[in-house]
């Protein structure tokens, strides 16, 4: 699976000097490059509400302005990147994104492999290979799906198992066109003790868990404990909420980030309405950079 390249990061630092920031943040952009231990990741979108209305051009260009160089296409957004799209149109998405300095990490669908109806189940598993499919077209890396909830007078044990092998068979097709399956922490399952058990029966290799920064996050034994349960198994794109958010310890989230090295993308799934978003965007951006210089001298 693609990790984030040195090319990238050097794009990263010439996109942050076009956003006027500090030669201070360029230099760290370049550190980052260099591959100083704890600083592969960095920051990029989900078009949940900031770039929900977006068209493509207009969202790859505010991401660029705000020097946010990787975006999680979600589905039914204005971008309008869908299964539906014909080999021609998803040449033209690849083009834009190969033209642009932001990487496209994956669609963002709303599949999910919990419903006891086996003939629901099937329509969402073959759902899932339709983005994996649009990913691979486009030039993305992996799909995000959901795992997603329980259901009254089914036993969580089935439940459980019945996602596991669902994303095993996803997971399976995609590894034949180089793409992670994504699995959100996200709905009823989102407990991190129940997702380590989904992830056991998911086995697959291409078959990975996306962090998504849930107020489950903070329960029984707490943050730390809860991110070393699964943090074997993360692929290369996590969730934050606004990182400013005040009931959610964001700046311990991203010290564990880069006490493991992470080398993916963190993804910012805002859902305030700020009256200029990419204003909002540098804004977490800046954030996003001050956190992971503390985490690392913290570290030191």
């Known amino acids: 699976m693609r990790l984030i390249c040195r090319r990238r990061f050097f794009q990263y630092s010439l ?19 260099a591959g100083e231990s704890g600083t592969k990741m960095a920051l990029g979108l989900v078009t949940y509400q900031w770039g929900r209305d977006w068209d ?33 149109q998803r040449r033209e998405v690849r083009k834009r994104f190969a033209d642009s300095p932001v990487d496209f990490v994956g669609p963002g669908s709303n599949e999910c492999f ?6 629901v189940l099937a329509r969402s598993i073959e759902a899932a290979k339709e983005f994996v499919l649009l ?12 795992p997603n909830s329980f259901h009254p007078n089914v036993p969580r044990e089935k439940t459980i198992e019945q996602i596991g092998r669902s994303l095993n068979d996803v997971a399976k097709f995609a ?8 699995l959100e922490v996200h709905g009823t399952c989102a407990e991190l003790p129940i997702m380590k058990q989904i992830m056991d029966v998911a086995d697959h290799p291409n078959a990975v868990l996306c962090w998504n920064s849930n107020a489950q996050d903070l329960r029984g034994e707490g943050l730390e404990h809860n991110f070393n349960l699964v943090k074997a198994r993360f692929g290369h794109t996590a969730h934050v909420r606004e990182l400013n958010t005040p009931d959610y310890p964001f700046q311990k989230l991203v010290g564990l980030f880069a006490a493991m090295d992470y080398g993916g993308w963190i993804l910012l799934e805002c859902a305030s309405n700020p009256a200029d978003r990419v204003a909002a965007m540098i804004q977490q951006r800046e954030l996003f950079e001050s956190m992971l210089a503390n985490a690392l001298e913290s570290a030191r």
């Open 114 to 119: 919990d419903n006891p109806d086996p003939q």
């Open 56 to 88: 493509l051009p207009t969202l790859l260009a505010n991401c660029e302005k705000a020097g946010l160089l990787a975006v999680e296409l979600r589905t039914t957004h204005a971008h309008g990147v869908e299964p539906s799209l014909n080999a021609a």
């Open 135 to 146: 990913s691979h077209d486009c030039g993305g890396s992996g799909v995000k799906v959901k």
């Open 175 to 182: 590894a034949g066109f180089g793409q992670e399956i994504r």
């Open 15 to 33: 996109s942050l000097s076009a956003a006027a920031v500090s030669a201070t943040s360029v230099g760290k952009a370049l550190a980052m490059a």
